[in-house]
């Protein structure tokens, strides 16, 4: 519940500025379900979050944003 207000709260400023936003909060393997998910709901773009985990590459990004960026089909923006 914690989680679904808090991306409802960041989808506001999104959808305000005309942006068509669909939520989904899933139990899962991260890097797996965010290459697939997206794609299974027709999405045109992937917003992934970044955090240094180990490894050059890794301290930039992330591991799951990473392997998002090595496995996705879709566009993908990663924030930090």
């Known amino acids: 519940v914690k989680l679904e207000r808090q991306l409802a709260r960041a989808a506001v400023p999104?959808?305000?500025a005309g942006w068509n936003v669909r939520l989904e909060a899933r139990a899962g393997?991260?890097?797996r379900d965010l290459v697939?998910?997206?794609?299974?709901l027709g999405a045109?773009?992937?917003v992934i979050g970044?955090?240094?985990l180990?490894?050059?590459r890794r301290i930039v990004l992330?591991?799951?944003a990473v392997a998002v960026l090595d496995r996705s089909?879709?566009?993908v923006l990663v924030v930090r």
């Open 14 to 16: 999104l959808e305000r």
């Open 36 to 40: 697939g998910v997206p794609v299974e």
């Open 29 to 31: 393997i991260a890097a």
């Open 54 to 56: 180990g490894g050059l």
């Open 50 to 52: 970044a955090e240094g």
């Open 73 to 75: 089909p879709l566009s």
């Open 44 to 46: 045109d773009l992937v």
């Open 62 to 64: 992330g591991s799951v």
